[in-house]
């Protein structure tokens, strides 16, 4: 873990103006900065940075954050991650604590592995570029393949020369681990020896989503070698085949930007996709296709499109893994390169327009393909049509997100025509698979959780659905949210002689009951934990800099309210002035501006500052907390009371209730509301 104190050194140093600025074209507009959103396509600037907050806007999609989700949201690192890029833009050296030794064991390793595989890369480069053998043999081999000087800069290619410790005496002379360097599969220990595992091939570097490299790919040029054709990095501390895709360094940016990730098999198709321009596509590996790699996928796009060969090999390649994508909620299609070429070879044959026209023109359904092949496999087998039908209706199954139960229904409807089957009975199949699922699910499941789907599913029936019912509770959350903000914007402020704000809000909503919505209910307990530790947020920036990412959106999504007119603005403000205020709410800054001397004189008169009335909002809050936990407690109390009592029993029930009509009254007169009795 990186220390406490590492991080608010990185805080204490980060500039959010000039994080965001080195991605974004930024423009002054009044207090804040102005640009293009670079997380959405627009023509219009929406994108508005604001430097004494800290925080950053997108008006046009709404993502907001702080300059470490900025971070991460726009090259895809995690929170460490991002910590670790914003401490080396700023010259600051990480120190990291550890929870015990194994584990500082393997986070050593890792780095050190990262180190290693660092000073490969740069050797196996110079080794390509800078000696005769690696002109003569690797080079060649990239210009037959027509890969420009550019493509193998950029993917930092490589060859490792046939003197069989070449690169092993250079680790060690640089003093790398020998048990490190055999760990990464770059040295094998032959008869007590040690020698270059990839000797005589060319390189390709396998780097993370940070740019890191990873591990290697090394091909063989020789024609008659017994050996394999590819030799890649074993398992260790960093390379997990499972959770990478060859390219996606390269490709993240243009695959959010297309909102489409291309899928090859291999590092060539990759490299000669992105020489023609193509740049959003990733490789496989051509391995079956796991989850971590289609969630890798997902923090891009939903939208996958594969592209293999057309043989019964690339079909068969193309359809591994199609479950697996369909839980996550990826949008398939499959393109099948015609027979005797690949992706690689047929970019290459036709050109970069020829072959964007031939991807868009034949996109399949994934599902539907698959059904045309096992249908062709199946023949005229009656039993193992019967097969055909059961596998379909399980791959539908697989599609269980509630937003794609319109597409579910689709997938029966054509399928069961397909198979000239009844509708009906592919549909009463697909839901046995997804109850099946479901109840293997539930008996995995603690009894608490199962307690607390029964509840939830309670309260929604009680609700009616109605319209009304979903307004109150939009209003509820609005007010709880208002009170969280107020907690953030002044709860370091003093209240009284001896309290603080926060001590007083958190001592009248002790019973956090009061509160429904769990982002504010943690946010109050980690507000209420850090008092009785004795320490002190000064203003919003402790929790909008807060590693718990959701906290932190919380934080950054409460203190973003804009500007509102009060209820004299437009009566006496616009009748005294003559000026109508229809920027008011979307620019701030530009709407002063644009006023005479005279009109913000006015303008003063009528709104007030929102710290001059912070008490006033504080009890308003409060109260209308305590006054809805009242009137949930007297609904309870009113369908009691309709069941069959003893008259003793009856009674306590009214008395309840006039002792909750009092408080009722009581709170209703301190929060301004009308009670009706």
């Not at 992105?274 to 891009?300: C, F, M, P, W």
């Not at 592919?426 to 839901?431: F, Q």
């Not at 953030?488 to 509160?515: C, M, T």
Request: hydrophobic share 35%.
């Amino acid at each position: 873990m990186i220390s406490p104190a590492t991080i608010q050194q990185i805080l204490a140093k980060t500039d959010i103006t000039d994080v965001v600025g080195s991605f974004v074209k930024l423009k002054k507009r009044g207090t804040n900065l102005l640009g293009l959103c670079p997380f959405h396509n627009e023509k219009t600037p929406s994108f508005t940075v604001s430097p004494s907050k800290e925080i950053y806007k997108c008006f046009g999609c709404g993502k907001s954050g702080n300059t470490i989700s900025f971070v991460m949201e726009h090259e895809k690192y995690s929170y460490p991650e991002a910590l670790k890029w914003l401490a080396q833009r700023y010259g600051i050296e990480i120190e990291e604590s550890f929870i015990n030794d194994e584990q500082r064991q393997q986070l050593q390793t890792a780095d050190s592995l990262y180190a290693l595989n660092q000073f490969a890369q740069q050797f196996f480069t110079k080794q390509l570029l800078d000696t005769e053998e690696g002109q003569d043999i690797g080079v060649a081999y990239f210009r037959e393949r027509e890969f420009t000087d550019t493509i193998i800069q950029k993917f930092q290619l490589g060859y490792s020369p046939e003197q069989k410790d070449a690169f092993t005496r250079a680790a060690t002379a640089a003093q790398f681990n020998p048990e490190l360097m055999i760990k990464s599969g770059l040295v094998a220990n032959r008869y007590d020896q040690l020698t270059d595992n990839y000797r005589g091939r060319v390189i390709f570097p396998i780097h993370n989503h940070s740019g890191k490299v990873l591990g290697f790919g090394a091909r063989t040029l020789k024609k008659n070698d017994s050996a394999p054709k590819y030799i890649n990095t074993p398992e260790n501390e960093i390379y997990i085949k499972s959770k990478i895709l060859y390219g996606s360094y390269f490709a993240r940016q243009a695959i959010d930007k297309a909102n489409e990730c291309l899928l090859v098999e291999g590092y060539t198709d990759v490299l000669s996709l992105h020489q023609a321009g193509i740049e959003n596509v990733v490789a496989s590996g051509g391995t079956a296709l796991t989850a971590d790699q289609l969630r890798l996928v997902k923090k891009y796009t939903n939208n996958l499109t594969i592209i293999y060969d057309g043989d019964a090999a690339g079909i068969k390649a193309a359809l591994r893994g199609l479950d697996l994508a369909l839980e996550e909620g990826l949008q398939v299609q499959l393109v099948l390169i015609p027979d005797g070429d690949d992706p690689d070879s047929y970019v290459n044959k036709v050109g970069a327009p020829a072959f964007r026209a031939f991807v868009q023109q034949h996109k399949k359904d994934v599902i539907l393909f698959q059904l045309e092949v096992a249908l062709r496999d199946a023949g005229n087998d009656a039993a193992q049509k019967a097969t055909v039908v059961n596998r379909m209706a399980e791959t539908i199954s697989r599609i269980n997100k509630a937003e794609d139960f319109t597409k579910q229904q689709d997938y029966i409807k054509q399928c069961a025509a397909v198979l000239k089957i009844d509708e009906a009975g592919l549909h009463t199949l697909v839901n046995k698979y997804i109850r099946d699922r479901i109840q293997a699910q539930e008996r995995k499941a603690t009894p608490l959780s199962s307690v607390v789907i029964e509840e939830n599913a309670q309260k929604s029936a009680a609700s009616g659905f109605d319209d009304a019912t979903f307004l109150l509770l939009f209003r509820d959350e609005l007010q709880e949210k208002e009170v969280a903000r107020i907690l953030l914007e002044y709860g370091h402020r003093p209240w009284n002689a001896s309290q603080k704000v926060s001590d007083f809000i958190l001592e009248e909503i002790a019973d956090e009951s009061l509160l429904e919505n769990q982002e504010v209910q943690k946010l109050f307990t980690t507000y209420r934990t850090l008092r009785s530790q004795g320490e002190d947020p000064k203003g919003p920036q402790y929790f909008v800099q807060h590693p718990d990412q959701q906290l932190s959106a919380l934080a950054v999504s409460l203190i973003q309210f804009p500007h509102e007119e009060s209820s004299r603005w437009k009566t006496e403000f616009s009748q005294q002035t003559g000026y109508q205020s229809k920027l008011f709410e979307q620019d701030y800054d530009h709407f002063i501006a644009t006023l005479s001397a005279g009109q913000e004189s006015s303008l003063q008169q009528f709104l007030k500052a929102e710290e001059d009335r912070s008490p006033e909002a504080i009890l308003s809050a409060i109260h209308y907390l305590k006054l809805r936990k009242i009137k949930r407690m007297l609904l309870e109390n009113q369908r009691d009371m309709e069941q069959q009592h003893s008259a003793e029993e009856f009674s306590v029930l009214l008395q309840t209730h006039d002792h909750l009509k009092q408080m009722e009254m009581a709170l209703g007169r301190q929060a301004g509301s009308v009670i009706i009795r």
